[in-house]
């Protein structure tokens, strides 16, 4: 029963470069949550998607960030113009449903930008 | 808006009980959550508390008293694996989404 999966684990993409981060949720989740972790810094929320849809993007940078969840495949989080300040951890988590006692968490994929 | 405080750094020796304190100021309040994630490691499920009194799952307890805005997680028999980072959330009424606070970082010492 794989849990959370997320990848890749780490990604270097120099100034200005696309990153794109993909997020597998557990076997029958459909809620999909990203959170960014700066270091010495807790996580932060960025946006909540439910397959097709996005719930919850109060957390997300107005410009150069998009997340989507689509009917089949992963949910992606896409950074376009990388910066150096965009060099975070990026934690995907999952949940059956909307108010669940629960997040599962992925292991993370780290970013760097060079 | 919500704001969570705990403190950054706490030490402890192995065998010992150690608390570890959250305070938060939210506009809505559905649960307080407490994760544990060692370096380089995804947050893990600690307990879950939504109303007053306290929650004992093994050596680990979660307390929260929401008229005070304060929880705590208290662990006990500390073990050297116990040394991680120890996050308090909250999520607020909407059902969605947590809210961490800046996590407090335990050192359990021989």
Known sequence: ?114 | GQNIDQPTEMTATEGAIVQINCTYQTSGFNGLFWYQQHAGEAPTFLSYNVLDGLEEKGRFSSFLSRSKGYSYLLLKELQMKDSASYLCAVRDRGYSTLTFGKGTMLLVSP
């Open chain 1, 1 to 114: 029963n794989a849990g959370v999966m997320q990848n890749p684990r780490h990604l270097v993409r120099r100034r200005g470069q696309e990153a794109r981060l993909r997020c597998s949720p557990m076997k029958g989740h459909s809620h999909v949550y990203w959170y960014r972790q700066l270091p010495e810094e807790g996580l932060k929320f960025m946006v909540y998607l439910q397959k097709e849809n996005i719930i919850d993007e109060s957390g997300m940078p107005k410009e150069r960030f998009s997340a989507e969840f689509p009917k089949e495949g992963p949910s992606i989080l896409r950074i376009q113009q990388v910066v150096r300040g965009d060099s975070a951890a990026y934690f995907c988590a999952s949940s059956t449903q909307r108010g669940t006692r629960e997040l599962f968490f992925g292991e993370g994929s780290r970013l760097t930008v060079l």
